[in-house]
């Protein structure tokens, strides 16, 4: 497992920009996919995007497509989640993970460490 970190989420209008950033500890982080998930008040957890170890690869739910963009730095052991064109809906805690393969995923189970969260709100 990998120790991860969130950091950029606040308090933003609808519309707007944030960029989430999760820096990870240990040395296998380039050898890892990662992923983004969110989770709403009352709602379970969702899949937001996910990139393989390279970048190579990237998937996005259908509700964020073409308005969220996934990155990673493997020489800063930093995975990034620019997020534009926000909106109410886009409201939750947002999760950082890491799985154990290099392959991106979008199952929740397929990741065995997860950050402890950062806060997005939009206001309408």
């Known amino acids: 497992q990998v120790q991860l970190v969130e950091t950029g989420g606040g308090l933003v209008q609808a519309g707007g920009s944030l960029r989430l950033s999760c820096a990870a500890s240990?040395?296998?982080?380039?050898?890892?996919?990662m992923g983004w998930f969110r989770q709403a008040p009352g709602k379970e957890r969702e899949f937001v995007s996910t990139?393989?170890?390279?970048?190579?690869?990237?998937y996005y739910a259908d509700s964020v497509k073409g308005r969220f963009t996934i990155s990673r730095d493997n020489a800063k052991n930093t995975v990034y989640l620019q997020m534009n064109s926000l909106k109410p809906e886009d409201t939750a805690v947002y999760y950082c993970?890491?799985?154990?393969?290099?392959?991106?995923?979008?199952?929740?189970?397929?990741?065995?460490?997860w950050g402890q969260g950062t806060q997005v709100t939009v206001s309408s």
């Open positions: 990139i393989s170890w390279n970048g190579a690869t990237t």
């Open positions: 993970a890491a799985r154990p393969r290099p392959e991106a995923v979008i199952i929740p189970g397929r990741f065995d460490s």
């Open positions: 240990g040395r296998t982080f380039s050898s890892r996919a």
